[in-house]
């Protein structure tokens, strides 16, 4: 894999979507699922019109070390996922039918918690993906990111601060 791009895919990525308006959508995304946040997740009492655990993820410690960004796996969780079937039911399907690969029982429950605290907290945005699913490997990896930041404290520490603070130290 080159990451090394020709002059024909930098502008097939640059024409897909400006980027002005993709820093819009996701500013939406993120403004509207932290707004809406209810008191009981955390200690400020937004607009409360949902419960989501932007702010607060119970041992979030643990949870990174157990899934990172997943690309492939979500891409096969946008694609099949269906949301009027039970978790059970959804967990059975998945383990069958080989979303993830050859992956335990045991261990394609723990894919599926979470992806459910990722994708699941913002049905709109699920929607979209599994309607779009896309195809091209950055914007996937892209958005996988931009979910885990979401998700997990850690991550968007890491990524949102400290790379931050590393990148104005190394111009100084």
Not at 121 to 150: D, F, G, K, M
């Amino acid at each position: 894999m080159s990451f090394i791009q020709t002059d024909t895919e930098a502008e097939k990525l640059r024409n897909a979507i400006a980027l002005e308006e993709l820093d819009v959508v996701l500013m939406l995304q993120f403004v509207v699922s932290w707004a809406g946040e209810g008191k009981g997740l955390t200690e400020l009492s937004r607009l409360n019109w949902w419960s989501t655990q932007l702010l607060d993820v119970e041992k979030s410690h643990s949870r990174l070390l157990r899934m990172s960004l997943a690309v492939e796996e979500s891409r096969e969780y946008w694609e099949h996922n269906d949301s009027s079937l039970s978790k059970k039911d959804i967990e059975i399907i998945a383990f069958e039918k080989r979303w993830f690969g050859n992956k335990s029982l045991s261990r394609v429950r723990t894919i599926l918690r979470n992806f459910s605290d990722r994708f699941d907290v913002y049905p709109i945005a699920l929607e979209v993906l599994q309607q779009w699913c896309p195809s091209e490997l950055a914007t996937r990896q892209n958005i996988c990111h931009w979910h885990l930041q979401l998700s997990d404290p850690i991550y968007r520490q890491f990524s949102g601060v400290f790379l931050e603070q590393r990148r104005a130290s190394s111009e100084k």
